[in-house]
């Protein structure tokens, strides 16, 4: 079973649409949590990650996500996309339980329309 | 400046040839990683090596042989290719030991094509 789900793998939406991708991780215990973006053609950057203390985190680009223990979730929000946010999206969790290895989601595809 | 590079950018190569790939970091990071994104954008860790020693070795074939002669540079030396090898091929670098606490910094990415 995949330890990190993104149930959305695409996501088309307008400009000026609020954006929000689901991630869920199923470990127990201390987790650190990332959310990563892949524009067309380019590596990896990350957007926002959460350690401790406040769970709603703010990120670059005006990205956001809230950590809900309780949910196992990690959820990203920005109320307004342009179509420069068009990219995949990948969650990533780190966890004592699984070794400590970054583990990430399978990522969702979010195509914006100009 | 280029924090992670890797070389080189595509890679189309014929079943059963060698080839290598390589990553260089010049952020003074003690850890690099390589990651295997298949077709359907699954990234996968296979190596992590903390100071030129191997902390994470996954379950890869060992056709995959990483090989880190200074802690900036980690490559990855691929024996007999096969199809099912063709991906994106991703180096990675984080200060820390454990490669999860602090934040990892990718390369550009390597496209392998196996024909």
């Known amino acids: 079973a995949q330890s990190v789900s993104q149930h959305n793998h695409h996501v088309i939406l307008s400009e000026a649409a609020s954006l929000e991708l689901g991630c869920n991780y199923s470990?127990?215990?201390?987790?650190?949590l990332f959310w990563y973006v892949q524009y067309p053609g380019q590596h990896l950057q990350l957007l926002l990650k959460?350690?401790?203390?406040?769970?709603l985190v703010k990120g670059i680009k005006g990205f956001e996500a809230e950590f809900i223990k309780s949910k196992f979730s990690f959820n990203l929000r920005k109320p307004s996309v342009q179509w420069s946010d068009t990219a995949e999206y990948f969650c990533?969790?780190?966890?004592?339980?699984?070794?400590?290895?970054?583990?990430f989601g399978g990522g969702t595809r979010v195509l914006v329309k100009p | 400046d280029t924090a992670v590079s890797q070389t080189p950018k595509y890679l189309v190569t014929q079943m059963g040839n060698d080839k290598s790939i390589k990553c260089e970091q010049n952020l003074g990071h003690d850890t690099m990683y390589w990651y295997k994104q298949d077709s359907k954008k699954f990234l996968k860790i296979m190596f992590s090596?903390?100071?030129?020693?191997?902390?994470i070795n996954e379950t890869v074939p060992n056709r995959f042989s990483p090989k880190s002669p200074d802690k900036a540079h980690l490559n990855l030396h691929i024996n007999s290719l096969e199809l099912g090898d063709s991906a994106v091929y991703f180096c990675a670098s984080s200060q820390d030991q454990l490669g999860g606490v602090e934040t990892q910094y990718f390369g550009p990415g390597t496209r392998l094509l196996v024909l």
């Open positions: 470990y127990g215990g201390t987790v650190n």
């Open positions: 959460y350690f401790s203390g406040d769970p």
């Open positions: 990533a969790v780190n966890a004592k339980a699984a070794g400590n290895k970054l583990t």
């Open positions: 090596y903390n100071n030129k020693e191997l902390i």
